[in-house]
């Protein structure tokens, strides 16, 4: 027997009793006839029971075989949302002065990524013309600008077993590049490894690697236009993961982090996100947001969905490594917030209980669990009350820029 008749059979008996408990009562399921994303997790958690009951092929009995299967199966689910919602990123156009191909400090091209940043010299621009570079970059200098010209791809480099981007100097601003497949020993190797003093991104695409950007006590972080997705590493690598300072984010899309990795923790004395959606869909993520150790805390005119196969059921997490601030404080206001994982949702777990200043304004929630929130917002125990589009489509609201098509 063919290995994939056992999937197809189990598929379809999976399907039968569903359909068999659907009709008798849909509420032992906890699910409403339209939730599609709950009546489709539910039909893999079957599916998998009865594969490991009646599958008489023993190599699919195994559990790691079974395990990677439905990996692909969530992967591919994934793809799927993910397209639904966002275009493919692109490049911008540059038109500044030396634009082409090759590596540039000014009019003079060098033949490596390790030469050029021996050369670069504080307050100059290093533009890095077409390609795919599996060579890192590591900037000593300050104020200068790495500037992507065309499709500027790192893919699977690293320095120092850290990242594929090292910046130890002042002031430095990054832009137009994509990075995947950074992958290191310690498991948590990042698109770029911030451990100087200040750092600006700029319409970036950081995306399949353990992690997108990890700053060691930066003093500012600004991140915008930029785009983020699927990174994480076994709960201890995540979206972005700031270790201090302050840092503001806005225009940007945090999507599907994995391995149940945050879309954003933070560790910094404020943390600022506007304009910008972050979003599980059906990744097995964490936190949407982890602010571990408090401070003040700003989320406004953004979308955040947590989504069905979210391994945990709070969106926001607020000072739960404790409060190391002295200044602390919550603010989300005019936001959409979709809380659809599966289980009990909760939208915001903030420590101690009742000792941080706490404001929730203006928002739209969607949330089939109820949640206790003082002050004026808008709750709906389901999409279809809100009038959303159905699962997996995100919103968008009017003052956020556009996805990237």
């Not at 999937?7 to 009709?23: E, G, H, M, P, R």
């Not at 989504?307 to 404790?322: F, R």
């Not at 979709?338 to 929730?360: M, S, T, W």
């Not at 304004?361 to 009038?387: C, H, P, T, Y």
Request: with cysteine; hydrophobic share 35%; charged share 20%.
């Amino acid at each position: 027997m063919p290995n994939s008749e056992p999937i197809n059979f189990s598929k379809q008996l999976a399907i039968c009793f569903l359909l068999c408990f659907l009709t008798a009562s849909p509420l032992a399921f906890g699910i409403d006839l339209p939730d599609k994303s709950k009546i489709y997790s539910n039909l893999q958690k079957i599916e998998r029971k009865i594969i490991r009951v009646f599958n008489p092929n023993p190599v699919l009995e195994d559990e790691a075989s079974i395990q990677q299967q439905l990996d692909k199966d969530i992967q591919q689910q994934l793809d799927k949302d993910i397209a639904v919602n966002f275009g493919l990123w692109q490049p911008l156009p540059i038109t500044y002065p030396g634009t082409g191909k090759g590596i540039k400090i000014g009019e003079k091209t060098y033949p490596s990524l390790a030469v050029a940043s021996t050369a670069l010299q504080d307050h100059q621009t290093l533009l890095i013309g077409e390609g795919v570079y599996t060579e890192p970059l590591v900037i000593n200098r300050n104020h200068v600008q790495i500037i992507g010209s065309g499709r500027v791809v790192f893919d699977g480099a690293s320095a120092e077993g850290k990242a594929a981007i090292i910046t130890k100097g002042k002031q430095i601003t990054i832009s137009n590049i994509e990075c995947k497949n950074i992958a290191v020993a310690d498991q948590n190797g990042a698109c770029i490894r911030s451990e100087g003093a200040g750092l600006t991104v700029e319409h970036v695409y950081f995306h399949d690697s353990e992690q997108g950007i990890l700053s060691s006590n930066n003093q500012s972080l600004r991140i915008s236009d930029s785009r983020f997705e699927k990174l994480g590493k076994n709960g201890r690598a995540h979206g972005i993961y700031i270790d201090g300072g302050e840092v503001l984010i806005d225009h940007s899309w945090f999507i599907a982090s994995k391995s149940e990795g945050h879309e954003i923790k933070s560790r910094a004395s404020k943390t600022v996100i506007k304009n910008c959606v972050i979003a599980s869909l059906s990744a097995v993520d964490s936190r949407l947001v982890d602010v571990s150790n408090g401070g003040e805390l700003v989320i406004e005119n953004s979308v955040l969905e947590k989504g069905p196969q979210s391994a945990n059921a709070t969106a926001i997490g607020y000072g739960l490594e404790g409060i190391t601030h002295q200044q602390n404080a919550i603010i989300l206001e005019k936001n959409v917030v979709i809380l659809e994982r599966d289980g009990h949702n909760v939208l915001l777990d903030a420590r101690p209980e009742g000792q941080v200043p706490v404001k929730i304004v203006g928002n739209i929630i969607v949330s089939k669990d109820e949640q206790v929130i003082d002050g004026l917002n808008w709750l709906f125990s389901s999409r279809q009350e809100a009038r959303m589009g159905e699962y997996p489509q995100l919103p968008v609201l009017e003052n956020q820029q556009k996805p990237l098509k």
